[in-house]
């Protein structure tokens, strides 16, 4: 079982940035895929970026290549999700998750607000 918990959300002024962070508790295998996704009223659950736990491994939206970053430090457990040059559209619940390789994202948590005033 994994215990994932969010948290650096807030208001922010458009072109401003931000940075998110998941940390991760329990039974975290070095297999683990990390994720960041986000969902704005009325629209669907949206993938942003993902990192492998042990190497570090990225993989990007194109919504989002060049402007966010995802990272992790294995020491804290946590993942990190930088954000830069954030838009309007970019205001959404963001949700950290957790997979195993070829395995549908499992675990996640209770998701942080990013609002981009215009």
């Not at 804290?76 to 950290?96: G, R, W």
């Amino acid at each position: 079982q994994v215990q994932l918990v969010e948290s650096g959300g807030g208001l922010v002024q458009a072109g401003g940035s931000l940075r998110l962070s998941c940390a991760a508790s329990g039974r975290i295998l070095s297999t683990y895929i990390m994720g960041w996704f986000r969902q704005a009223p009325g629209r669907e659950r949206e993938f942003l970026a993902s990192i492998t736990w042990n190497g570090g491994s990225r993989t990007y939206a194109d919504s989002v290549k060049g402007r966010f970053t995802i990272s992790r430090d294995i020491a804290k457990n946590t993942v990190y999700l930088q954000m830069s040059s954030l838009k309007a559209e970019d205001t959404a619940v963001y949700l950290c998750a957790a997979r195993l390789p070829i395995t549908s994202w499992r675990y996640w948590g209770q998701g942080t607000q990013v609002t981009v005033s215009s």
